[in-house]
């Protein structure tokens, strides 16, 4: 889970209470029923940071909100349990930055190209940037860690996201 993730000193956030959410949102409901990730209206970001939403991490800039958001993606927790990231890491070695637009938590923050470019330059030491003979622009993992992919569910997720027509 994204909260049990090493999060780069590059990226910077402030832990705050899940009543200091609750109360910038003006909501009188208690942390577990808040909601787990969004944005204030002074463009700061937040996400919980625990199991039961009494801590959220706040993120001071949409950079380091997307950053954080990719450094997830990117980690290799999800890489074992995302068999999207994990096969295309494997078969293209980076996921096209206009993919990774699509994952859920970037699409509500709907990040340009250049965002994404700049969070990984920027925040994120361990991934990279690269662009294929197609002029296809990819975020890849310098270590190229990319997973094993001999499991049923892999089969299945080739099948779904990279032939879909077999």
Do not use: W
Not at 34 to 54: E, H, I, K
Not at 55 to 73: C, E, G, K, P, T
Not at 75 to 86: A, L, Q, T
Not at 124 to 140: G, Q, R
């Amino acid at each position: 889970m994204i909260f049990d993730e090493i999060i780069p000193e590059t990226i910077n956030f402030e832990t705050v209470s899940g009543e200091y959410i609750a109360k910038c949102l003006r909501l009188n409901i208690p942390p577990g029923q808040l909601p787990q990730c969004g944005r204030f209206s002074n463009d700061q970001y937040f996400m919980t940071a625990t199991v039961d939403q009494s801590r959220y991490r706040l993120f001071l800039s949409r950079i380091d909100y997307i950053a954080v958001l990719l450094n997830h993606y990117f980690s290799e927790n999800n890489i074992r349990h995302d068999p999207y990231v994990r096969l295309h890491l494997q078969n293209f070695k980076g996921v096209p930055i206009e993919n990774l637009k699509g994952c859920p938590r970037l699409a509500e923050v709907s990040p340009t190209p250049e965002e994404i470019k700049n969070a990984v330059k920027s925040k994120l030491p361990h991934l990279k940037i690269f662009t294929d003979e197609s002029n296809v622009t990819f975020v890849a993992r310098e270590d190229e860690m990319y997973g094993n992919s001999d499991t049923s569910e892999d089969f299945l997720a080739r099948k779904l996201y990279l032939n879909p027509n077999c």
